[in-house]
């Protein structure tokens, strides 16, 4: 009854957002469907590839637009960088620009795909569950509130000029706080963890403010930054936001390679009452050590995957990027080198920061009956 209860309220919580959300695409920005090809041209770049252009007859299906025929005109003569074909049938996204004699143009922006993404989530989420049983849902109900304090707390704070440090400290404490209990439960062993975490996210943010400093980091060196300070509605801080970044990247890993050096404590004192701090200590390390190296590449290769076509682009040497020198010197390859390594730093701290504190802080001991 109350894992239903626990799915039932993350379920009314993320209705009524989803259904506002959608009522407020409904504008300028629509969702329509393909009901005839009007004409489709391919084209040859200079290097050999193609793309292709297409004249679509669309049917509205959202708004004011519902039911209306809507003809956009996407053949040319501009070559286009990427092409999408769309088929009778499919739904896309559809843009109304007003012109300056009162008639309008329509655009296809994108494909709908909000169908496809709600299938995989739900595929995601009936493995978390039959395979983690009660502690998946736990697990599921954890990612829910980490997104709740994100999106509903650490981003509106940020664009308004809030303190990125105070904002991304605190959301990382609630974020930590509600993975941690939400899936360990309310324990000794979930009061360790979250202090370990806590100490670890602290050392790693002291080593992003050196390390960003002493790099001359300005967190201005993507080209996102440009349009959120148009967008923002206050001053905001780009270097505290790289290092919220930094901390709020730190957090999935972190709470993965404390929990675990915890519970490996945990089960050694289990199995052996007997065995001193400090022994478990070293066993627990020994552990640890072979669990950090796969956790650090995991991270470093999450920032290569999310990087991969910049990387590309620096192997081609092309401007400004033509020389070793102005690669590594450049602020915007140096930033995620920095985010990497910081990141990597504080996870491998935790390792021990979280053994010690399991084994060295006092404990009930069980006896048996």
Same mark, same amino acid.
């Given at each position: ?146 997104? $709740? *304090? #994100? ?7 940020? /664009?308004?000029? +809030? %303190? =990125?440090? @105070? ?89 993965? $390679? *404390? #929990? ?7 089960? /050694?004192?289990? +199995? %052996? =009452?007997? @065995? ?94």
């Amino acid at each position: 009854m109350r894992i239903r209860f626990i799915l039932l309220s993350v379920v009314l919580a993320v209705v009524p957002w989803a259904a506002a959300a959608d009522d407020h695409d409904a504008g300028d920005v629509f969702t329509a469907r393909v009901v005839e090809i009007l004409e489709q041209q391919t084209e040859t770049r200079d290097n050999g590839s193609t793309f292709t252009q297409q004249d679509l007859r669309l049917e509205g299906l959202q708004g004011e637009w519902r039911g209306r025929t809507i003809v956009t005109q996407g053949v040319s003569d501009i070559e286009i960088l990427a092409s999408r074909v769309y088929r009778v049938g499919e739904k896309v996204l559809v843009q109304r620009v007003p012109g300056v004699d009162g008639s309008d143009a329509f655009y296809v922006v994108d494909a709908v795909r909000t169908g496809s993404l709600a299938a995989l989530a739900l595929v995601f989420a009936l493995v978390v569950v039959a395979i983690g049983r009660r502690k998946g849902l736990r697990a599921l109900v954890s990612l829910a509130a980490s997104y $709740a *304090v #994100i999106m509903w707390f650490i981003l509106p704070r940020l /664009l308004a000029g +809030a %303190n =990125p440090l @105070l904002v991304s400290v605190l959301g990382g404490f609630a974020i930590l706080t509600a993975i941690t209990y939400l899936t360990e439960g309310w324990s000794k062993q979930s009061h360790v963890a979250l202090l370990a975490m806590l100490v670890s996210l602290v050392a790693t943010y002291l080593i992003a403010v050196l390390f960003t400093t002493l790099a001359q980091i300005s967190g201005t060196a993507q080209e996102e930054v440009l349009v959120l300070a148009d967008a923002a509605t206050g001053a905001l801080d780009f270097r505290g936001l790289l290092l919220a970044a930094i901390i709020i990247g730190t957090l999935g890993v972190l709470d993965d $390679a *404390v #929990i675990s050096q915890v519970e490996t404590v945990a089960q /050694l004192r289990q +199995a %052996n =009452p007997g @065995l001193s701090a400090r022994e478990l200590y070293r066993r627990a390390s020994a552990v640890g050590t072979a669990h950090l190296g796969a956790i650090i590449n995991t991270l470093f290769l999450a920032y290569v995957g999310a990087s991969l076509p910049l990387l590309l682009l620096f192997s081609l040497r092309t401007p400004p990027f033509t020389s070793t020198a102005l690669l590594l010197n450049s602020e915007l390859i140096a930033t995620e080198i920095v985010k990497t390594l910081v990141g990597s730093i504080g996870l491998a701290l935790a390792v021990p920061i979280a053994t010690a504190l399991a084994a060295y802080v006092p404990h009930s001991r069980t006896h048996p009956r």
